[in-house]
Structure formats: C-alpha cells, structure tokens
C-alpha cells in the first residue's frame, strides 16, 4: 500500500460519469411518482432499481452475488483476494422523495468500477459496490435493515414484529415476497463477517443546507449521530365540555403535551449550552379525529418524538430529562403520557485512517472537502458499529432531502466519484 505506483496511474482513469447520468435518469423515470420518485423498501420501485444495478453490473462483467435479505453485491476482483473495498448505499427511498438520496452511492461505486473496467486497470483491493435494502425508516420502523442482515444481525423477532407503513406487511413476507431466504435471515446467516471488509466507504447526497451554505461541493463525515425516537406516544387526559369545565379539574392533553414539548425544548437548550450534540423534534401531534371537536378539551393526543446526537450519553441524559419531565407534567395535570415502543441507534464514529485517506484522495484531485458531523442516520453506521472502517463522502444537495425539490449537481458527483477513484487505486493503510 506503501508502493506509490497506483498513485502515478490513477490519474489517467476517469471515473464513468456518463453511466451515472445514464441509470440517474432511468430510475427517475421508472420509478417516478404523482411527485418525486417512490421506491418503496422491498417493494416496486426498490425492485426495479436493484434489477437495474445488477443489469449494469452483469453488462460489466463483474461478479453479481444477492444475500438472503436480497442486498445486492457488485465485484471487481483485485490483485489480491484481502479484505475488500466496499462502496455502498441503499436504492429505496421516501415516498415521493429526490432521485439522488441513497442511489447517488450506488451510482458512484458503479461509476469508479465501469472507469477502471474500462481502462482494464485491476484495482490493489477487490472493491464491492452494495445495493443495500431498506434504509429509508418511513417504510418499516427499524433501522439499517439491509446492513445488519448482511452481518446477521436483524433480530429473527423484528421480521414479525416489524410492519411496512401503508400496507401491513410483515418484514418477514416482505423479503420473502423480493425472493429472500427469510429463514437463513432469521438464523442470523449473514453475507460476511466484519473482517471480511478492510474499508466501508459510503457516498450519499448531504441532507442538510451546510456544503451549499459555505459553498462547498464535497464534506468528509466525521461521525453519525444516533437516535432515540418515539413513534408512537399518546398522551390521555379526559374528555369535556369547553365552556362548563373549569380550570382546575380539567385533563388537558393539548396543554399537556404543549408544556411537554416547551420543557423539552428548554432541557436542549440546556444541553447545547453545555457544549452538547443533539437535536429534539416533534414531527408529528394530532388530537383524535373520531372524538375532538372545536368545544371540547382534548382528551388524548397522538406524537413522535425525534431525538438525536453524536453522544450516546447525551442521549441517555435526555432520556432521563424526558422521563422527569413527563412526571411533572403528569402530577400537575392529572393526565398519563405512554411514550410506546422505544427505537434506537447508536453514534457512530468515522475511522480515522479512513478520513485521512478522503482527505488525501481529495487533495491530490484538488478538491476542497469539509469535515463535519453527519446528522442523518445512514447504513455506515450499522458498519462503524461492528468496527469495520468506515467513512462517508458527502454531496453538495441544494434543496434539503426526502422531498421531490432534492437536488445534486452532476459537477460535484464527478468530483465525488474522482476522490473515491483515486482512494480504491491508493488505499490508505489502516491499522484496525
Ligand atoms: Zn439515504
């Protein structure tokens, strides 16, 4: 890795951009919606990009394997058979989201593999690209489904416990119905072990404002920020006349829940003040349609509760501010908060080594780059957790993300594909 020859010839490979813009457009076409593009998590839309990858692929010539949670895996083979580079994302996507979020990586790993096929350059490392399954949450409530069934790590208990929002089905029939083999999945038979990949390497579109505010087309991912959520909480008071009740016996859940979130904003404030990393949001609060009414106390209302940040202990400070909080309330109310199931992910840290070899593959493409922290949560963090090295290549996305309006300059694709090129030609040495 130390032999500086790769570095001299990386120059001349181009990475295959035309590819990219070729399958960016069939997808958007194919997998278009009233707005936006729609590709469900093992449904119509993520099928019909999984196919298109592995058309790709096959036309290549590169080595196509599906595991049994349907991830696909995409090779070039290398001058040796060590620990492989492995550029992934997933192809589903929000309901009526952007073309780009998810599928940018894939394309980006397809376009670095088509440039060295071209060039018949055979890479130090084999270099995997991996359509990953159902990553976008707003399909099934769990996280990272794809990547922890590639170590074996769903829970044999989440496939029929988890449900696809919309429809109802199981994750268990879902990937059955993709052509999984649900049983091996439930086993816990993964694609690979840990070891089996010397670098993750994930490139996805930014899903914030921050590289177009300072006018930066390229970030490196310092580390992912984990959650603590809430989907489905419920606050219960009671029922009544607007006009006849007084004050002191009512059981408001609109004021209940309304004291809840001011307090909650109040304990983040608090927080960041201290220097802490987090973020708290309600996305959604609904009084019940059945039984509300314009003169009626609000007996229950319905929210989610979103929380997140690089600490872990962070969020468990929270968690207890959230518990003490809700208490009060309760007492001085005389309302009952059920917060219901508990989902979770853990901070992830970027490897070092791994950083500094963006940084050093976008310095010799004179690429400027910008650490930062990476708020949305993402597959590599599924990968940093079993303490593969893992890094994330961000793109400058001009109109937020998981909305139609997503946008990614093709410019700054070319780029990003150009750093992760120059990386899989030079990998750095990583030291685990
Ligand atoms: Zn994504």
Redesign the pocket.
Known sequence: MNDPSPVLGSTDIPPDIALAERLFDELRHRTSDIRGVTRMSYGPGEEIAHAIARREAEALGLGTEIDAACNLYLTLPGQTDAPRIVIG??LDSVPKGGNF??AAGVLMGLSVLSGLVAAGRVPPWPITVMAIRA??SAWFSASYIGSRAAFGRLAAQELDTVVRAGDGVTLRQAIALAGGHVDDVALGCGHWAPDDVAVFLEP?IEQGPVLASKDMPLGIVTNIRGSLRFRRAVCRGAYAHSGTTPREVRRDAVLAVSELVAELDQAWRRLQEQGKDLTVTVGEIATDPEEASFSKVAGLLRFSLDVRSNSLATLDEFAIELKSIAATIENDRNVSFDFGPRTSTTPARMHPAVIAGLRQSADEARQPVLDMPCG?G?DAATFAALDVPTGMLLLRNENGSHNPDEHMDINDFSAGAEVLMRFCLSPPDIPK
Do not use: I, N, T
């Open positions: 994302s997933h979020d998810g990553e976008e996805h949305a993402h």
